[in-house]
């Protein structure tokens, strides 16, 4: 089972995408998944072409669409390429943004995170995750009519977190929102990725605690 580095909403921060692949690396990621917003100021071309090299997960983010025509037509081909969604046999994945995903999306954590976890069991995995919010969240979803545990909250906690994921209730569901990698907002919480380990169930919230330009 893998070791998978989580990163999401570059928005073009070169110098912050390396330092999330570094910290992803030093916690044993050996998988990367990038949940989408590649583009932004900076040097989009360049995340995109280091995004290329690594992914084996990549969705597409409403800044990628946005901005596919400020940057080569090289970047512009592989953002428009990407889909909205991924499921692996160990999550399902999207950007967030309800308008590419209606349900695994942060519109729903308004919503007590009911569609997601709908849309979890039909695709029967028990992991979901999305970045676009730029706060990274951690929540246990008991069961379908159950309400979410918020288990972590960067806003409140901007320390790194272990978190032990996917009980053994075959009901439960986790949600995790991995924060941004390169454009951190006040109030939200510190720069971060993740590392989700798939045989230890457990996932690790990586605050990127160095200057981010």
Sequence with gaps: MAVWGLISDVHGNVPALRRAVDRCRSRGAERFAFLGDLLGRGDP???VALVRSLADVCVVGNRDLDWRDRVG??????VLG???????????????DRRLERDLCTDDIGRGL?????????????????????RA???RLPGPDAAPELLYDAANDPMSRVLDIVADDPDCRHVINVGTAGLPFPGKGPASCAVYDVAAAR???LPLTEGVV
């Design 82 to 96: 990407l889909p909205a969604v991924v499921c692996t046999a160990d999550f399902l994945a999207a950007h967030g």
């Design 73 to 78: 037509s090289d970047a512009r081909a592989y």
């Design 203 to 205: 996932v690790e919230i």
């Design 137 to 139: 969240r951690v929540w």
């Design 45 to 47: 071309d360049g995340c």
């Design 114 to 134: 009911a569609r997601s976890y709908r849309r979890l069991a039909e695709a029967g995995v028990r992991v979901g995750m999305f970045g676009h919010s730029h």
